[in-house]
Nanobody, 123 residues
Framework: QVQLVESGGGLVQAGGSLRLSCAAS????????MGWFRQAPGKEREFVVG????????YYADSVKGRFTISRDNAKNTVYLQMNSLRPEDTAVYYC????????????????WGQGTQVTVSS
């Protein structure tokens, strides 16, 4: 059982940076793969990036690769999303999610979700 709470969203100018945090509760946090998804108005929720539980392998969507970086600190039960070179099209609600089985890329593969944090990028 995992509870997730995102923070760090806000308004930033194009080209700027922002770091999102996802704090998790649960004694088995380190055994979960973690992912970030986002959903813009009128769009489907899409996979952004995920990180495996133990090996720490990552998987990025093409749209963010080279600009975004995921990391996790199991000692703090926290996963981060560092976002650089932000663009207006990155504007969305960002969600943190946990996958108890393995690193996935589909919404329905994840078992636990945070409530989301708004990221708005102005031009």
């Amino acid at each position: 059982q995992v509870q997730l709470v995102e923070s760090g969203g806000g308004l930033v100018q194009a080209g700027g940076s922002l770091r999102l945090s996802c704090a998790a509760s649960g004694r088995t946090f380190s055994s979960y793969a973690m992912g970030w998804f986002r959903q813009a108005p009128g769009k489907e929720r899409e996979f952004v990036v995920g990180v495996a539980a133990i090996a720490g392998r990552t998987y990025y969507a093409d749209s963010v690769k080279g600009r975004f970086t995921i990391s996790r600190d199991n000692a703090k039960n926290t996963v981060y999303l560092q976002m650089n070179s932000l663009r207006p099209e990155d504007t969305a609600v960002y969600y943190c999610a946990a996958d108890r089985v393995s690193l996935g890329y589909r919404v329905d593969e994840y078992d636990y979700w945070g409530q989301g944090t708004q990221v708005t990028v102005s031009s």
